[in-house]
């Protein structure tokens, strides 16, 4: 019963998307759309093993986002923004 409600879900996705190409292009920017429909298809199942809703948070997109529009690791991005900069001279405030 699962992946059927998994294929309506996609079926819907991608169907607004064909009726709005332009909002495709603004959400996923260069990214390929099959990657991103794949992508978003991986996150429902995962949700829908969790018993949680089908639909991606919106924290779950903007990271799949991120994911796909970096070629960084989000952690590493993360971990390089400190308030503190080491100077010739000592540690600097970025405050």
């Known amino acids: 019963?699962?992946?059927?409600?998994?294929?309506?879900?996609?079926?819907?996705?991608?169907?607004?998307?064909k009726k709005n190409p332009d909002q495709l292009k603004i959400l996923i920017g260069n990214?390929?759309?099959?990657?991103?429909?794949?992508?978003?298809?991986?996150?429902?199942?995962?949700?829908?093993?969790e018993e949680k809703e089908i639909a991606p948070t919106r924290k779950q997109m903007i990271d799949l986002l991120v994911e796909m529009n970096t070629d960084k690791n989000k952690k590493q991005i993360t971990a390089a923004v400190t308030p503190f900069m080491e100077h010739h001279m000592g540690i600097i405030s970025l405050n």
């Open 31 to 49: 990214t390929n759309s099959n990657d991103f429909f794949s992508e978003i298809k991986k996150l429902a199942e995962k949700n829908l093993s």
């Open 1 to 17: 019963m699962g992946n059927v409600d998994i294929e309506i879900y996609m079926n819907n996705f991608i169907g607004f998307f």
